[in-house]
Structures are given as C-alpha cells and as structure tokens.
DNA sequence: CACTTGACCTGTCCGC
DNA sequence: TGCGGACAGGTCAAGT
C-alpha cells in the first residue's frame, strides 16, 4: 500500500542508485504495466541516461536526458529494486533483501543499464503502471492538474490545510483525508494514524472540526508522515524500498491494523469498522464524534450524521 | 454535489 | 483437501 512515506522512500533509494544509468534493454510481459508503443520506447528510451528520481504525490517521476521522463505509479502491490550486476550475477541477492532471486512471479517490467546493474518492477496485481512522457507535458497530466499540494513543503501552513480541508464540509474526515485533489499522498494508513494523533472520529463531518481540531491533525499528519519517512514506510504484506528492504514503521502505528488490542493512550480496545468504504482502525474512547466531546453528561449525544438531517 | 459501487487484479484466509 | 467467497485498498468511472 504505497503511500507518501513508502514512495518518497523507494525515491530516496533509486535517487542514489539510478543517476547516470544507461537503459539499454527493456522487457514487459503485461502491456498494461507499460502500455507506451515499442516505437516510443525505441526512439525515447533505449539509450537514454537518468537524471533524476523525484515525488509528486505517490507517483515517482524519472527524469532522463532525452526531455522524456518516465512516471510510475506503484498503486497497492507495486514494487522498484534495483540489483547491482554482481547482485545479479554470483554473488546472489543481498541478504537484507525481502525479495529473492529476479525476475520472480510478479515481475512485469525489466530495465536493463549498460553497466549489466538492472530496475524491477513487480507489482502482484498489476494495478501499478509506468508511463513514458515528454518532461515538459508532465505537469499536464490530469492527475497532477488537480492533485493538491504536499503537506510536507516548508510552505504548508496548518491555514492552508485548514482551507484545503474545508472546501468539503458536509464529507466525513477520512474521506478528505484520503481524496488527493485536497492534500497529496495519504492513503488508508496515515489517514488512520493522524486521525488518531489528532482524537478525531473518521466520520466526522469537516463542518464540525473546529480550528483547533484541524490544527491538531495537520500536526499529526506530518508527524506520522515523518516518523514512518524516517523508519522506510510500512511493510504491511508487500512494499519494499529500492533494495528490498522492509520498513518498520508498522511496529510504531497506534492503531493501524491493531484492531483487538490495547489504546496506547488509554488502553480500551482498538476496533476496525469500515469508513469511506475502507477498513477503518479507531480506539472508540480516544476518538468520539465532536459532539459528544461537546455536549455535558446529561445532554443528548447526537451523531454527526443527525446534525445534518437537521 | 456527495457518496457508493464496480472495475482493475492476485494472493490469502475463512468457513463449509 | 478443495472450493467459493470475502477481503486487502489506490484511483477512476459510472450510478444513486
């Protein structure tokens, strides 16, 4: 499930690994992982150097020295490793890697660099995809025309995400949370996470969040996003960075997937339900509706959904 | 307009 | 043991 911490972390990784490679061979056994037309590929690809590996939201953008950049979204299963050629040859992967020998079952795209050194990409079900542009037609692309910004630049103010968030105030949260033409890169995870950083219901409408509450999870959305940057993103089942390696950030979620046990904050057991059609982790006592946190004792507990019928 | 559902896919897990 | 179905979740398109 890569999202902005998985992703920035495979960039962190091919940034140091790719500049300078030279593609010579390419080999795609699923069209759709790679659907430009082998003219393309001929005249925009093989011979090309890289540049520059960067981030704009989940997507990785590879810059080569053709004017042409290669755009790759890895979606839930995708996964960028690299293999040195001694890697490949002999001296058989390296040992801190969670993938094994390549290509393996899931290998759908093979880049070959002149030093014999190799790119690959797997992605298991075949929803991620690789795409070959001309650099400057990048940011026209639909997705990036309306992407919203990323909530890690030094330019994002928490009035700025109060702003973004509020330009949807009859939704619940999560569902914000999530939608990428609000704020760039979160997905179920770290929505999960900084709703619980922030004691913040997923079902609440945005309308009842007051300055204060969107001030909190502005905070708790960059600092998970951070902290998971800092440990390699989330193995859950399959992401990897651009070695192979897991990352740990998983054994320092609050919540995610720790439905069944304790609250670290309060000790009342964490539950999944499902929100935004998602599999949702909240700890029921941390993070109640707005109202609730609200209205005294004795007064009636509305639900966020009975304000608005009102 | 906001929300839900289905599509794209495969691997895993659960119940029968 | 095998089989059907639910589930996992990023994004888009279509339907309510």
Not at 73 to 78: A, N
Not at 172 to 196: H, P, R, T, W
Not at 232 to 257: C, H, I, M, P, Q
Not at 276 to 295: E, L, N
């Amino acid at each position: 499930m890569p999202e902005l911490p998985e992703v920035e972390t495979v960039r962190i990784g091919l940034s140091r690994l790719l500049p300078g490679k030279k593609i010579v061979h390419i080999t795609c056994n699923w069209p759709k992982s790679f659907p430009n037309t082998p003219k393309d590929v001929q005249t925009r690809l093989l011979g090309a150097q890289i540049v520059d590996v960067a981030r704009r939201a989940k997507l990785l953008l590879i810059e080569l020295n053709t004017k042409h950049s290669l755009i790759i979204h890895l979606k839930m299963t995708g996964q960028l490793v690299f293999r040195s050629k001694q890697q490949h040859f002999g001296a058989g992967h390296p040992s801190h890697s969670l993938v094994g020998e390549l290509p393996d079952r899931s290998t759908r795209v093979t880049f070959t660099f002149a030093d014999g050194s190799k790119l690959f990409f797997n992605d298991q079900r075949k929803f991620g995809w690789i795409r070959l542009l001309p650099t400057a037609e990048v940011s026209q692309i639909d997705f990036f025309q309306k992407v919203g910004p990323e909530p890690l630049a030094a330019d994002f103010t928490a009035k700025d995400f109060a702003l973004r968030i509020r330009r949807r105030l009859k939704s619940g949260i999560k569902a914000v949370l999530l939608d990428q033409s609000v704020i760039a890169g979160v997905g179920n995870i770290y929505a999960d996470e900084s709703l619980f950083g922030a004691k913040i219901h997923p079902e609440t409408r945005v309308i009842n969040l007051s300055d204060n509450q969107l001030k909190k999870l502005y905070e708790s959305l960059k600092k998970v996003l951070l902290l998971s940057i800092e440990k390699g993103g989330s193995t859950d089942k399959n992401y990897v960075d651009a070695e192979g390696r897991r990352g740990s950030y998983l054994s320092f979620a609050n919540v995610f997937r720790r439905q069944g046990k304790p609250c670290p904050r309060c000790g009342t057991t964490i539950i999944k339900i499902k929100v935004a059609g998602r599999g949702t982790h909240i700890c029921p006592h941390c993070q109640v509706s707005f109202q609730k946190t609200t209205f005294t004792a004795h007064s009636v507990a509305m639900t966020p959904a009975d304000t608005i019928k009102q």
